[in-house]
Nanobody
Framework: QARLVESGGGKVQPGESLKLSCAAA????????IGWFRQAPGKEREFVAS????????VYANSVKDRFRISRGNAENTVTLQMNSLKPEDTAVYFC????????????WGQGTQVTVSS
């Protein structure tokens, strides 16, 4: 069964870094558009970053631009989200998602991984 599994979350201090991984099972992540989203307590889920189906276009939310980066993971069939200079407002559950098509809703979602930024 096709699924996504996130890992790499944890608790860090402001200014530190974390790298989240998103591992795909039963489908090739390289042939899907990838999105990262997050949901903070009491807030709606929001867009963080995406990689287009073609792999050549990346979009980042203004709040994370120049701090976060999507990359192909070293492990097979994974995508990573490198998060640098983390801020308390980055605290949220982070989700990865994959989409077969160029546009439209995402087909697969992970279960989420908690990121907490606090001193």
């Amino acid at each position: 069964q096709a699924r996504l599994v996130e890992s790499g979350g944890g608790k860090v201090q402001p200014g530190e870094s974390l790298k989240l991984s998103c591992a795909a099972a039963d489908f090739a992540v390289d042939y899907h558009a990838i999105g990262w989203f997050r949901q903070a307590p009491g807030k709606e889920r929001e867009f963080v970053a995406s990689r287009a189906l073609s792999g050549g276009t990346y979009v980042y939310a203004n709040s994370v631009k120049d701090r976060f980066r999507i990359s192909r993971g070293n492990a097979e069939n994974t995508v990573t989200l490198q998060m640098n200079s983390l801020k308390p407002e980055d605290t949220a559950v982070y989700f990865c998602a994959a989409r077969r098509g160029r546009n439209g809703p995402y087909d697969y979602w992970g279960q989420g991984t908690q990121v907490t930024v606090s001193s």
